[in-house]
């Protein structure tokens, strides 16, 4: 029998008289036929003329190719790892279904139990408290800095308490938070940081990429991120040296081929996280699919960082002469974003008018706008939970103020110049006529 790796228990035994294949079904010609119409779309008698061509080709290529061996957690994945570490600077990136999945892991490290309080700004998306509100934690809001829109260190500061377990900061849009006062009170409390870099592959902050600076990071490649794998998926990365060599057993149910009981192949044990922590594993395997996507648009992260920069650049080009508009911080020395989304801040005194009638203006012109995201403790589940929604809006003015009158984002990718343009037009019209009245 071939070697076993950790959290794999394929079968694939290899070269003997009676082989135990991996892959109980593999796919065909016709299959990867139904692939490529789904990836490439078209309509029209030269696409359709094409189609049969590549489809004259694979059915050739079908008579000669093998199956891969295996499917999923394999080669593929374990490359796409590797992409991840070199890109990242980091050691033992573990891939896995999506960011929420490595949060999980980061949170039963932590050892989190019912009533420990975890610190989220007020400003995320849901995936960031699911895993904390889900047994019984308590969440705590922090409120937003009115510019960036991330998690503002001295609320973080002011409401940490000695029930504090763990901090989550979001680089929102991927504008890097400001990690050191938060990494300094953390230390300091002896209090677990999970970076929810979901919008921040490939952003910086003074000379360290997001995502590897507290003690856990997660990324997430979901379909409308910077870069995807084939439609969902995650990397999650620690700076606790110690669980890095769990990490992979973390991903696939505990599994242990270093041992094995009785007549069988492996054994399954508790993951060692924090201190005294014990948990069990979960199944959040990944695809060998996936690893190669992600593979393939690591490949080219940085020119899409780059056009989405350019993007943001001329879109603060056109916009910088309004006074009523703050538009998007293209970074420097130190703060690197991703531009996942770019951001717009109204002063509502000099447009005559705050962000939500600049929204219904865009709407009916034709641009798409969304604030990213709605206030947390806004949702019902908080409320049927026993949040007082009132008291801790109160507690986050800023967040208050921000999204309901100041801030939204735009899309920065995928648009022709001409898009732009008229995006940038459109603003501009819409604060004109806000001034007016009109």
């Given at each position: 029998?071939?070697?076993?790796?950790?959290?794999?228990?394929?079968?694939?035994?290899?070269?003997?008289?009676?082989?135990?294949?991996?892959?109980?079904?593999?796919?065909?010609a016709?299959?990867?036929?139904?692939?490529?119409?789904?990836?490439?779309?078209?309509?029209?008698?030269?696409?359709?003329?094409?189609?049969?061509?590549v489809?004259?080709?694979?059915?050739?290529?079908?008579?000669?190719?093998?199956?891969?061996?295996?499917?999923s957690?394999?080669?593929?994945v374990?490359?796409?790892?590797?992409?991840?570490?070199?890109?990242?600077?980091?050691?033992?990136?573990?891939?896995?279904?999506?960011?929420?999945?490595?949060?999980?892991?980061?949170?039963?490290?932590?050892?989190?139990?019912?009533?420990?309080?975890?610190?989220?700004?007020?400003?995320?998306?849901?995936?960031?408290?699911?895993?904390?509100?889900?047994?019984?934690?308590?969440?705590?809001?922090?409120d937003?800095?009115?510019?960036?829109?991330?998690?503002?260190?001295?609320?973080?500061?002011?409401?940490?308490?000695?029930?504090?377990?763990?901090?989550?900061?979001?680089?929102?849009?991927?504008?890097?938070?400001d990690?050191?006062?938060?990494?300094?009170?953390?230390?300091?409390?002896?209090?677990?940081?999970?970076?929810?870099?979901?919008?921040?592959?490939?952003?910086?902050y003074?000379?360290?990429?997001?995502?590897?600076?507290?003690?856990?990071?997660?990324?997430?490649?979901?379909?409308?991120?910077?870069?995807?794998?084939?439609?969902?998926?995650?990397?999650?990365?620690?700076?606790?040296?110690a669980?890095?060599?769990?990490?992979?057993?973390?991903?696939?149910?505990?599994?242990?081929?270093?041992?094995?009981?009785?007549?069988?192949?492996?054994?399954?044990?508790?993951?060692q996280?924090?201190?005294?922590?014990?948990?069990?594993?979960?199944?959040?395997?990944?695809?060998?699919?996936?690893?190669l996507?992600?593979?393939?648009?690591?490949?080219?992260?940085?020119?899409?960082?780059?056009?989405?920069?350019?993007?943001?650049?001329?879109?603060?080009?056109?916009?910088?002469?309004?006074g009523?508009?703050?538009?998007?911080?293209?970074?420097?020395?130190?703060?690197?974003?991703?531009f996942?989304?770019y951001?717009?801040?109204?002063?509502?005194?000099?447009?005559?008018?705050d962000?939500?009638?600049?929204?219904?203006?865009?709407?009916a012109?034709g641009?798409?706008?969304?604030?990213?995201?709605?206030?947390?403790?806004?949702?019902?589940?908080?409320?049927?939970?026993?949040?007082?929604?009132?008291?801790?809006?109160?507690?986050?003015?800023?967040?208050?103020?921000?999204?309901?009158?100041?801030?939204?984002?735009?899309?920065?990718?995928?648009?022709?110049?001409e898009?732009?343009?008229?995006?940038?037009?459109?603003?501009?019209?819409?604060?004109?006529?806000m001034?007016?009245?009109?």
């Amino acid at each position: 029998m071939a070697e076993k790796k950790a959290s794999d228990f394929r079968y694939n035994t290899g070269e003997t008289k009676v082989p135990w294949a991996a892959v109980g079904e593999n796919y065909n010609a016709e299959d990867l036929m139904a692939v490529v119409r789904f990836l490439m779309k078209g309509q029209g008698a030269a696409y359709e003329a094409a189609l049969k061509d590549v489809e004259k080709s694979v059915c050739a290529l079908d008579q000669v190719a093998e199956p891969p061996a295996k499917l999923s957690l394999d080669v593929e994945v374990a490359r796409a790892e590797a992409l991840c570490d070199q890109y990242l600077h980091t050691a033992g990136s573990t891939f896995v279904t999506n960011c929420t999945a490595g949060f999980e892991i980061a949170c039963k490290y932590t050892g989190l139990r019912p009533g420990d309080e975890v610190i989220v700004p007020a400003i995320t998306f849901a995936a960031t408290m699911a895993y904390p509100l889900s047994i019984g934690c308590k969440l705590v809001f922090a409120d937003v800095d009115p510019v960036t829109l991330n998690i503002d260190p001295a609320d973080v500061a002011r409401k940490v308490t000695d029930r504090t377990k763990m901090i989550v900061p979001v680089h929102i849009g991927g504008y890097p938070v400001d990690m050191d006062p938060i990494m300094q009170l953390a230390r300091e409390r002896d209090i677990v940081v999970l970076e929810d870099a979901a919008h921040g592959f490939g952003g910086e902050y003074k000379g360290k990429k997001l995502g590897t600076i507290g003690d856990f990071g997660a990324f997430s490649f979901h379909e409308v991120k910077n870069i995807t794998s084939f439609g969902e998926g995650g990397i999650v990365c620690t700076n606790v040296e110690a669980f890095r060599g769990e990490m992979k057993r973390a991903r696939f149910l505990g599994t242990d081929f270093s041992r094995q009981i009785k007549d069988w192949l492996y054994d399954v044990t508790l993951i060692q996280g924090k201190g005294d922590t014990k948990f069990v594993a979960t199944n959040f395997s990944t695809t060998e699919i996936q690893g190669l996507g992600l593979q393939l648009q690591i490949a080219r992260i940085e020119q899409i960082i780059e056009a989405r920069r350019q993007a943001a650049a001329y879109l603060n080009s056109r916009l910088a002469g309004c006074g009523a508009l703050t538009t998007q911080d293209l970074g420097g020395e130190g703060c690197r974003p991703t531009f996942h989304l770019y951001r717009l801040l109204v002063d509502p005194e000099k447009a005559g008018a705050d962000v939500q009638v600049l929204k219904k203006k865009l709407a009916a012109k034709g641009v798409t706008e969304i604030a990213h995201f709605g206030p947390l403790y806004r949702f019902q589940v908080l409320k049927d939970l026993g949040y007082d929604e009132d008291a801790i809006a109160a507690s986050c003015p800023n967040c208050e103020e921000v999204f309901y009158r100041r801030f939204t984002h735009f899309p920065i990718y995928g648009l022709s110049q001409e898009q732009l343009d008229y995006m940038a037009d459109a603003i501009l019209e819409s604060i004109d006529e806000m001034q007016k009245g009109i």
